[in-house]
């Protein structure tokens, strides 16, 4: 596995652990998951396009 693939699955958790789940958490909405996602889909884009 090459660096991006292990930066792409990281990312992918960051994702699925930022989801509001708890009482707590929900009044931030989405906003930690929504950073995370468009960092996810950066890396995407860029492992793509053969950039990492």
Excluded: D, E, Q
Excluded at 9 to 22: D, E, M, R, Y
Aim: charged share 5%; no cysteine.
């Amino acid at each position: 596995m090459n660096l991006g693939t292990i930066i792409l699955v990281i990312l992918l958790l960051f994702i699925i652990g930022a989801l509001p789940a708890w009482p707590h958490s929900r009044r931030w909405g989405y906003y930690p998951s929504g950073i995370i996602g468009l960092a996810f889909i950066i890396m995407l884009i860029l492992l793509l396009m053969g950039r990492i």
